[in-house]
């Protein structure tokens, strides 16, 4: 098996920004294991030393049951490193076409070198960017419902070089959407930040504003931060990040999911699995992704085969 990821790491959404001086989980903060295989799958790699259970301390909006998160160790990016052993990945291989060739599958990658042939393919990207993949490729996919919605999201990474900015007060508003803060601090080294903080814009807000560039961004987010301090605290607050990066995903969270647990054409031997077939979340994608495993594999006759 071979796995071809368009970035330099491992991790997808699981995704860690690192820089002298500190880090952000500018995706996924955390992970919240909700059924028995997942939880297992995260005590796993505990004792693997990847991620770490924590009381949830997020100040989120939709934090309604607040119990143990998992976070990656040291930061989310790792958190998925113990399955990398053994697994052969080619990175910075962008697939941007696909060919059915003698019952076999063949991959272009965006740099122009051909892949395969394989026995058989499973793509993971978010709905859009799998549905754009397979139309590019001359393959209609009627069963990928264009109901399928996911929505972006703005970050903003910040870095302070001394403690006291008060963002864990600021809370949310109609443009933040979650203040959370950027990880483990390193502020013993020279030039580490005593604070990191990653907010995370609303989805509306993100979506009005998706085309907008980086430093605009940061500058309004920064603002209303700002204004909800005020609001928050009664005190005006002097934000004055050392670091400031905006990073934006453009498929985010899943609206309106697939409603199915994933995809799998026998006759092409094609297979689809992500967060956005059951909800938005990593435990959504680990269960797609091991149910579509368990399919292929002929351990499940329960799971819906498209034909
Ligand atoms: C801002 C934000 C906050 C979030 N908060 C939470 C949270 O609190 N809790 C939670 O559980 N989840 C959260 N999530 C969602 C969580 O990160 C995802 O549900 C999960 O990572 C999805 O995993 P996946 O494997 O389905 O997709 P991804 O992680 O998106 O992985 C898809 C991979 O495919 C690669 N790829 C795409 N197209 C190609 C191509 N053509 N060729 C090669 N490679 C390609 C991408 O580079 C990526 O690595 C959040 C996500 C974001 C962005």
Same mark, same amino acid.
Request: aromatic share 8%; hydrophobic share 45%.
């Given at each position: 098996?071979?796995?071809?990821?368009?970035?330099?790491?491992?991790?997808?959404?699981?995704?860690?920004? &690192? &820089?002298? +001086?500190?880090?952000?989980?500018?995706?996924?903060?955390?992970?919240?294991?909700?059924?028995?295989?997942?939880?297992?799958?995260?005590?796993?790699?505990?004792?693997?030393?990847?991620?770490?259970?924590?009381?949830?301390?997020?100040?989120?909006?939709?934090?309604?049951?607040?119990?143990?998160?998992?976070?990656?160790?040291?930061?989310?990016?790792?958190?998925?490193?113990?399955?990398?052993?053994?697994?052969?990945?080619?990175?910075?291989?962008?697939? /941007?076409?696909?060919?059915?060739?003698?019952?076999?599958?063949?991959?272009?990658?965006?740099?122009?070198?051909?892949?395969?042939?394989?026995?058989?393919?499973?793509?993971?990207?978010?709905?859009?960017?799998?549905?754009?993949?397979?139309?590019?490729?001359?393959?209609?996919?009627?069963?990928?419902?264009?109901?399928?919605?996911?929505?972006?999201?703005?970050?903003?990474?910040?870095?302070?070089?001394?403690?006291?900015?008060?963002?864990?007060?600021?809370?949310?508003?109609?443009?933040?959407?979650?203040?959370?803060? +950027?990880?483990?601090?390193?502020?013993?080294?020279?030039?580490?930040?005593?604070?990191?903080?990653?907010?995370?814009?609303?989805?509306?807000?993100?979506?009005?504003?998706?085309?907008?560039?980086?430093?605009?961004?940061?500058?309004?987010?920064?603002?209303?931060?700002?204004?909800?301090?005020?609001?928050?605290?009664?005190?005006?607050?002097?934000?004055?990040?050392?670091?400031?990066?905006?990073?934006?995903?453009?498929?985010?969270?899943?609206?309106?999911?697939?409603?199915?647990?994933?995809?799998?054409?026998?006759?092409?031997?094609?297979?689809?699995?992500?967060?956005?077939?059951?909800?938005?979340?990593?435990?959504?994608?680990?269960? /797609?992704?091991?149910?579509?495993?368990?399919?292929?594999?002929?351990?499940?006759?329960?799971?819906?085969?498209?034909?």
């Amino acid at each position: 098996m071979t796995v071809f990821e368009k970035s330099g790491d491992i991790g997808g959404r699981l995704a860690t920004r &690192r &820089r002298a +001086g500190g880090f952000w989980n500018h995706g996924a903060p955390a992970m919240e294991a909700r059924t028995p295989p997942f939880v297992d799958f995260l005590q796993d790699l505990e004792a693997h030393g990847s991620v770490r259970s924590f009381a949830n301390l997020l100040y989120d909006e939709d934090a309604a049951a607040p119990g143990l998160l998992w976070r990656g160790c040291p930061d989310m990016r790792e958190a998925l490193r113990p399955l990398q052993t053994g697994l052969d990945i080619v990175f910075r291989a962008e697939i /941007s076409r696909l060919e059915r060739r003698n019952g076999r599958w063949l991959l272009a990658s965006a740099s122009g070198d051909i892949h395969g042939p394989f026995d058989a393919l499973i793509l993971t990207p978010p709905a859009a960017q799998a549905r754009a993949l397979l139309t590019r490729s001359g393959l209609p996919a009627p069963w990928l419902s264009e109901d399928v919605l996911m929505h972006p999201c703005w970050a903003l990474l910040l870095g302070f070089e001394n403690s006291g900015s008060g963002i864990q007060r600021a809370g949310t508003s109609d443009v933040v959407a979650r203040v959370a803060s +950027g990880g483990a601090l390193a502020s013993s080294e020279p030039g580490g930040f005593a604070e990191t903080w990653v907010i995370h814009a609303q989805p509306a807000w993100s979506r009005a504003h998706l085309e907008c560039g980086r430093e605009e961004i940061a500058e309004l987010l920064l603002g209303d931060v700002a204004r909800q301090l005020v609001r928050t605290s009664g005190r005006e607050a002097r934000l004055q990040p050392a670091y400031v990066s905006a990073h934006r995903w453009r498929h985010a969270r899943t609206l309106q999911p697939l409603g199915t647990s994933h995809i799998w054409l026998e006759d092409q031997r094609l297979g689809i699995a992500g967060d956005w077939c059951l909800g938005a979340t990593a435990e959504d994608a680990f269960l /797609s992704g091991r149910a579509l495993a368990e399919q292929i594999l002929g351990r499940s006759a329960a799971l819906r085969t498209v034909a």
